[in-house]
């Protein structure tokens, strides 16, 4: 019997380091070297494209003859923002970079440019709100960065939340856990690559402002088939009328979440089952991700040269594209071995099924 894999102080260790590195969309440096650091030792084939992605080769073993290709892709980027212009004595107009409601970000404390210079979001002040203005949504353009007379930045600069990893029992809290929770996912299984299989790992970026690096990932590997792990958003809070909340998306402590169908990708219901099946045979609590908008990579891979079936496996967690993200440590877990026991057992046979 083939035991769980587990998630200890070391996978901890390395989320945090993941979670606390600046990789905005196009900018993404920082975790593509953690990246390759961590990797060097266990894949045999490691390349960087021309889009920045991490395409990673671990090759099957013992003599497997016509093995096949699994593709996994989990992006390396996060939201963020982009200096545009300053105005005075470190006060800065910017830009959003990937999806970010206005309405969350004064006061938020931000990181800018290489050496990470400490900043805030600035606002006009509630005190000083003109009636008219109080009910008025926050217009991005707004807005200011503020890094203080003595903090220098140039238009170009990439900015973060400036959040830093915590654990509390239980819970994961932290910027970025979309998608370094992916990220520290694929790693992990390309630690424990099965033999049976070529196996494909895809760290890719700017998925946040259009799936992009993924679809040139999915170019250059041509596989057989593709999972993208991800994080997906639980909207699970209680209503405010006291019913039950049917439109949830998907549940933290639900294990992880399966999608059927997005605003990009008809999942591949042959691999539907399959994780289905994987997931009940090794005693894995798992959801389905109630269909609806968003997505993930799986929108451009499955569309790769004359198609790929996929699936996207997400962790769940709350509060996405803010300056922290709630997800839960057995959430990930599951989500780890869920695809893990889906690699070692799936086969060929499986796609010469008909897809129905």
Not at 169 to 184: H, T, Y
Request: hydrophobic residues 40%; glycine residues 10%.
């Amino acid at each position: 019997m083939v035991n769980k894999l587990k998630i200890e102080q070391k996978q901890l260790s390395l989320l945090e380091k993941l979670c606390n590195a600046v990789a905005v969309s196009g900018n993404e440096g920082e975790v593509r070297r953690i990246v390759i650091e961590e990797l060097k030792d266990f894949a045999d084939e490691i390349t960087v494209d021309a889009m920045g992605n991490v395409l990673v080769r671990h090759h099957a073993k013992n003599g497997t003859v016509d093995p096949l290709k699994v593709m996994l892709d989990a992006h390396m980027d996060e939201v963020g923002f982009m200096i545009a212009a300053e105005e005075e004595e470190g006060i800065y107009t910017f830009e959003v970079v990937g999806g970010i409601d206005p309405r969350q970000l004064p006061g938020k404390l931000v990181l800018v440019g290489k050496d990470h210079t400490p900043g805030v979001i600035g606002t006009k002040p509630i005190h000083l709100l003109e009636e008219k203005e109080e009910d008025s949504p926050i217009a991005q353009n707004t807005l200011r960065i503020d890094l203080g007379p003595a903090g220098k930045a140039k238009p170009g600069d990439y900015g973060s939340f400036a959040t830093r990893f915590l654990r509390s029992g239980n819970n994961l809290f932290s910027k970025a856990i979309d998608d370094r929770i992916g990220v520290a996912t694929l790693i992990e299984l390309v630690k424990n690559a099965p033999e049976n299989i070529e196996l494909l790992a895809s760290f890719s970026v700017q998925e946040e402002i259009g799936l992009r690096g993924a679809r040139v990932a999915a170019y250059t590997f041509a596989p057989d088939l593709a999972i993208a792990v991800d994080s997906t958003p639980a909207f699970d809070l209680p209503r405010e009328d006291g019913n039950e909340n049917a439109v949830y998306n998907c549940r933290l402590g639900g294990g992880p979440a399966i999608y059927l169908a997005d605003a990009g990708t008809l999942s591949d219901p042959r691999l539907i089952q399959f994780l289905c099946k994987t997931a009940e045979q090794n005693s894995i609590i798992y959801q389905f991700r109630q269909p609806g908008g968003g997505g993930t990579n799986a929108g451009w891979i499955h569309r790769s040269r004359a198609g790929v079936p996929s699936v996207s496996i997400s962790v769940p967690g709350r509060y996405a594209h803010t300056a922290v993200l709630l997800s839960r440590l057995e959430d990930w877990e599951n989500a780890l071995n869920l695809v893990y026991f889906t690699l070692r057992g799936i086969t060929r046979e499986i796609l010469e099924t008909p897809r129905g």
